[in-house]
Each structure stands twice: as C-alpha cells, then as structure tokens.
C-alpha cells in the first residue's frame, strides 16, 4: 500500500479588529498570541458550531481537538493544533418508504465527519491547513472563521481571527515584474504582524503610525507605475505575498507587448511531508513524544522552505 503524505495549504493569520462598543469593557483588543491562544481552545466548545445548506445536503462544521505542541524547538516558539471538521446533517433526495419511493430528507444522528488538522505556528503566525478534498474544496474557511468569531466574541474580544492565502512569492512577484508598463494595482493590504521584509517596512511604518489597520489602494499611472524595489508599488506586492491583504491582487497593463489584466494572490501555496497523513493526524496523542517532535518540526521546516523568513531568502 503507497505511503499517502501529509499535504497541506499555507495562510496567515490576520487579527481584524471589530467595530468599538459604546462599553469600553467590551473592547479587549487581541493583543498577543496568549489572547489567539485562548480563543483557539475557546472554539472547541460545542456550541460552537456553522452550517451551511446547499442543493442537497446541509452541512455542520465544528472544530475540536485544542492542541499544545510546545516549543517545537530551533526558537521557534509554540505550536498550536485544531481539527475542523465537516459533517452531513441532512440529505435530500430519493428515500424508500413502506410505500414506495419519494422525495424526501435524510438525516444521520451522529452524523459522519471529514476532518482536517491544522497547524498554527505562532512565531510566524502561519496556519498549515490540511489539504483533504472534503474539507478545502469547500466553505471551510468561512466556517472556521465563524466559529472563531463567535468564540472570540463569547470572550468579549473586539476583535477575531481570519485567515489568509499565502501565495507562492514568486508567483506575485513575476506576476509583478511581467508587465513592460503596469498602468492600475489594485490591492487591499492589512497591517503585518509580527513579519516585515525590508522592501515592506516602511508601508508598515506609516499604515502603524497612521493607526491603520486595512489600507485599500487603488494605483493608477497611464504612463506606468515606478516598480523599483522600495517604492509603493513594489512593497504593496511583497506585502500581498507575505498574506497580509484581503483577496486578490489586480495588476493592469502592458504585458508581452499587449493590454493584459492579472489577477493573483488568491491561491494558497502548497506543502507536504513524507509522513504518514494518518500518523500526522494523529498527533494530539504523539505530542510529548520525541516522534511527535520530529513530525510538529518536520512541518514547520517545509512552511520555512515554501515561505522563508524575510532577510533569509537566500540562504535557502
């Protein structure tokens, strides 16, 4: 039987901060990672649930399993698991009766699950997301987001967890450096924490200093916008690919000699390791082991390769 690996999609994890209450003991902002780490034990609450109807069936996610990896070693701080999983609460279609055959509603009490673990590596604040059919060519993301809102509200943060693709850096930036003249970038950038590459710190210096936490932008030059590195074109495009921005990133103009419009940084990066993926998931019971070290480091050396830290590109 071939050895089935443990791949994955990578995303950051963006705090967005809510509207201010009119009570001020309502408005604890999620300052540090203990606050994100409250939140992601907080949601495995029962309660916490999503679902989401479509043609046929509805589906109910939920998240469980709070894991704490430890520091994973090499100083990179802690690690923390979950479990999302996907259940099918309710079908509809053809149901046999003592009558006959009709259409109708069929519902499973548990129901059966599709599950997916998912990897937060606080130091870098990147999510290592399991890629399962079942669970990431669907809503999953929405749910989970959900889920963590309303955990994060119940303890009366003003603030919740999203998460964003991280897309492969050179995808965004060859998708940059392709135009001869790049007339129009459109982008929606969100304040980084905690990672900065030089060509980046100073947006983030003004986007901190201006108490920005989202900056849409709308760049437009018929004459072409200046791509050196350094200057705001160029920094908006690192940004976008280190995952702190809404959505895609919309670049316009000339390219390989006629008028062309790209659209980029909505697709995940993708990693995988040669372990198992049943032993993989099965970490929360190997955690204090030296075989569970070896797996939780093994992942966080192939998020290191897909997304290196800023000012070590080169050395890998």
Do not use: C
Not at 155 to 167: D, G, Q, R
């Amino acid at each position: 039987m071939a050895k089935r690996q443990f791949e994955f999609e990578l995303y950051r994890l963006n705090v967005v901060q809510g509207e201010l209450l009119l009570f001020e003991d309502m408005n604890k902002p999620i300052s540090d990672d203990q606050d994100i780490a409250a939140i992601l034990k907080h949601s495995v609450q029962p309660r916490f649930t999503a679902e989401f109807s479509g043609q046929k069936n509805t589906f109910r996610w939920a998240v469980r399993d709070f894991t704490h990896y430890l520091d994973a070693g090499k100083g990179r701080g802690e690690v923390y698991g979950l479990t999302l999983a996907k259940s099918v609460v309710e079908t509809a279609g053809e149901v046999v009766t003592d009558t006959g055959i009709e259409e109708g509603i069929s519902e499973l009490e548990p129901p059966i699950a599709d599950t997916g673990h998912l990897f937060f590596y606080m130091r870098r604040h990147f999510v290592a997301v399991e890629r399962r059919s079942a669970i990431t060519n669907s809503r999953w993301r929405q749910a989970l987001q959900d889920i963590l809102k309303a955990a994060a509200q119940e303890l009366e943060y003003s603030a919740w967890i999203e998460l964003e693709p991280v897309p492969r850096h050179e995808e965004v930036i060859e998708a940059f450096r392709s135009f001869e003249r790049l007339t129009r970038l459109r982008a929606v950038l969100r304040l980084p924490n905690p990672e900065l590459s030089r060509y980046s710190k100073k947006l983030y210096d003004e986007m901190n200093n201006g108490s920005i936490r989202e900056y849409m932008q709308d760049m437009k030059n018929p004459r072409g916008l200046n791509k050196k590195e350094g200057n705001l074109p160029h920094a908006t495009m690192e940004m976008a690919a280190a995952g702190y921005k809404r959505g895609e990133v919309t670049l316009e103009g000339t390219r390989k000699g006629k008028q062309d419009v790209v659209r980029t940084g909505r697709e995940a990066a993708r990693g995988r390791i040669s372990e198992l993926r049943d032993y993989v998931r099965g970490m929360r019971d190997l955690v204090k082991t030296k075989e569970g070290q070896r797996v939780t480091e093994a992942v966080l050396d192939q998020i290191d390769r897909i997304a290196p830290v800023p000012g070590e590109e080169k050395k890998q």
